[in-house]
């Protein structure tokens, strides 16, 4: 499946007035290689085994395969990942017609706030909230596995 996503920093904490479901997500990285990234991710109670392939030119599609894995096969596999993990509250927040993942992080990347909405074509429009800031899809220091290694608090 190809994602098409793009990410934003958010600029107040306004779109916690609209919020409609939120879990805690925990992650860590099998591989963070940039051809290719291996996630395990425990989110509320259930766990996941994700691979994303490399960004396209534009940076805003990859190829990704996800699957759902019980819990305690995600909490061992934690254990085998690479240095640095995730760790992070991810809202969703509608507007207009598309969901926005609003991740508000702690641990090592506290501070940071960012948002994705996930498109079905590169070039499909959507709306964005006042909250909305900075676009950063094609800054890789936001990618997930760039964090765990290379944390915000750090920049």
Not at 103 to 116: H, Q, Y
Not at 122 to 147: A, I, Q
């Amino acid at each position: 499946m190809i994602e098409i996503e793009r990410k934003f920093l958010v600029k107040s904490k306004t779109f916690l007035d609209d919020y409609t479901r939120c879990n805690r997500i925990v992650q860590g990285y099998l591989s963070s290689s940039p051809e290719r990234t291996v996630r395990v991710r425990i989110k509320g109670e259930n766990g996941y085994l994700t691979i994303k392939g490399k960004s396209n030119e534009s940076g805003l599609s990859r190829y990704e395969w996800e699957k759902e894995i019980p819990i305690t096969e995600a909490e061992q596999l934690l254990q085998l990942c690479e240095k640095g993990v995730i760790d992070k509250t991810r809202y969703e927040v509608i507007v207009g017609t598309h969901v926005y993942e609003v991740d508000v992080f702690t641990g090592e990347n506290d501070g940071l706030i960012l948002a994705e909405v996930e498109l079905n074509s590169e070039e499909e429009s959507f709306e964005k909230p006042e909250w909305l800031g900075e676009e950063v899809t094609k800054d890789n220091r936001y990618y997930n596995s760039y964090l765990s290694k290379n944390p915000f608090k750090t920049w």
